[in-house]
């Protein structure tokens, strides 16, 4: 976890998560603690461990045991081969986790409503600014001065918007034919991660990206077109943010 909004945001999720299996659990049974695949607004699984055991430590929960694989059922099999758990059982230890979850659950309230009273930009745009990638007022990318990465993103620029851009179609001329040998072989998501371009942003400008094809929206974007395109706001503002304070720290 890289600051401590990110790690308030993985305490609450986490709270959230073992309240729901709480309520769903017999009283005379642990509440199993089950990992989720990080996608969206789910923490990486390091920093769900982390979080547990931040609650462990203040008392919220206490960790009975770990639970493996089906085909690793006999724990002390899974430790001696390396496997780690899937997740974990908890006794939930009153009257610390209702006052945790109540903590936690007040800063959740304070940051959705700190997010809604944000005056959303009409639209968003991208600008090159001596070869620094600027959406709007954040700063997203600062690729190298001598690189194809950059290249290749104002190749794909130049083109309408919607247009499918594919490597085999990039032209073996003298304009491009160094860049293109530089990027044969690279997936498209992995230059675009490279030049800032990374989790909402990428959904919000690019779609059907591909190991070796995408489409690019073009440099400027309404909020409609977020809709459309399936971006959420609040992540897309945060990944803005953090962005602009990895290429811009104070």
């Not at 997740?87 to 936690?104: C, H, M, V």
């Not at 639209?123 to 709007?136: C, G, K, M, Y």
Request: glycine share 6%.
């Amino acid at each position: 976890m890289n600051s401590e909004s990110e790690f308030e945001d993985t305490i609450c999720w986490i709270l959230r998560e073992i309240k729901k299996e709480s309520i769903a659990t017999p009283d005379n049974e642990n509440v199993y603690f089950e990992y989720q695949t990080p996608i969206d607004l789910i923490p990486q699984k390091e920093d769900q461990n982390k979080g547990l055991r931040y609650l462990q430590k203040e008392k919220a929960i206490k960790i009975i045991r770990p639970q493996y694989p089906k085909l690793f059922d006999l724990s002390i099999t899974a430790e001696i081969l390396g496997i780690k758990p899937i997740g974990y059982f908890l006794e939930i230890l009153q009257p610390e986790f209702d006052e945790i979850y109540k903590k936690y659950d007040e800063i959740f309230k304070v940051k959705n409503k700190q997010i809604r009273e944000i005056k959303i930009p009409d639209f968003f745009q991208i600008n090159v600014r001596d070869r620094e990638i600027w959406i709007n007022d954040y700063l997203v990318g600062k690729p190298h001065a001598v690189g194809n990465n950059f290249e290749f993103f104002d190749y794909v620029r130049l083109k309408p918007a919607n247009t499918k851009i594919e490597w085999k179609t990039i032209p073996d001329t003298a304009g491009y034919s160094a860049m293109k040998d530089e990027i044969d072989g690279r997936r498209f998501v992995k230059i675009l991660n490279a030049i800032g371009f990374t989790g909402e942003i990428t959904k919000a400008f690019f779609y059907k990206v591909g190991s070796d094809s995408l489409f690019y929206r073009g440099d400027k974007i309404t909020q409609q077109d977020l809709q459309g395109a399936g971006v959420k706001m609040p992540l897309f503002l945060k990944q803005l943010e953090v962005a602009h304070l990895k290429n811009c720290p104070v």
